[in-house]
């Protein structure tokens, strides 16, 4: 069965600084991965998706991940925080032809000024 | 705006009771997918329909049952309604166009807020 795990439901940086959001996957076969982000009183959005491609995705908003097969990671990253990345992420997995999302916990995200 | 519509966005009823929560998918979306999320629990999905049949099945209570009509829009049906059942409830679509192909990518609508007290 697919699984994902985000490590911290709540990370602060201060405004400039480097966003480090950390998830760890487990899948029976290679995975698609995502990360979303909810805002406040909002839907989820999409950020970025890996699907067996470049293991670099680059998303909207200055947002990147990288799939590292060997640690079963997918690792979202901003170089500088802004304000409006506050809101909370969560990473998702999934497998091809199995149209279920599993989501993780999700981790809130709090930039300081 | 995702393109995902649902009704109602707010919903306040009492113990027993039972609601419908309805969602109009993105056009052109032949999957429809829902998910409650609740302090507690996270997101938790709840079932997915492609085409008017059912596709998947999650966590969903049997108090709770969905349908897909044949405009694609969808209704997930909750009743005799506990207070635990207070969460917000999201419906998604996906960008997949033919069955078996989906890879996860799914457009969310902004759910309905259901209270229940």
């Known amino acids: 069965a697919q699984s994902v795990t985000q490590l911290g439901s709540h990370v602060s940086v201060s405004e400039g600084a480097l966003v480090l959001l950390r998830c760890n996957y487990s899948s029976s076969v290679p995975p698609y991965l995502f990360w979303y982000v909810q805002y406040p009183n909002q839907g989820l959005q999409l950020l970025l998706k890996?699907?067996?491609?470049?293991?670099l995705v680059k998303g909207i908003n200055g947002f990147e991940a990288e799939f590292k097969k060997s640690e079963t990671s997918f690792h979202l990253t901003k170089p500088s925080a802004h304000m409006s990345d506050a809101a909370e992420y969560f990473c998702?997995?999934?497998?091809?032809?199995?149209?279920?999302?599993?989501f993780g916990t999700g981790t809130r995200l709090t930039i300081i000024p | 705006d995702s393109g995902v519509t649902q009704t109602p966005k707010h919903l306040i009823t009492a113990t027993g009771q039972r609601v419908t929560l309805r969602c109009s998918p993105r056009s052109g979306d032949l999957s429809v997918y829902w998910y409650q999320q609740s302090l507690d629990q996270g997101l938790q999905f709840l079932i997915q329909y492609y085409n008017g049949e059912e596709r998947a099945k999650g966590n969903i209570l049997e108090r709770f049952s969905a349908q897909q009509f044949p405009d694609l829009h969808s209704e997930l049906n909750l009743s005799s309604l506990e207070l635990g059942d207070s969460a917000l409830y999201f419906c998604a679509s996906s960008v997949a166009r033919r069955r078996g192909s989906d890879t996860g990518e799914l457009f969310f609508g902004e759910g309905s807020r259901l209270t229940v007290l």
């Open positions: 998702a997995v999934s497998e091809f032809g199995n149209e279920k999302l599993t």
């Open positions: 890996y699907t067996s491609a470049a293991t």
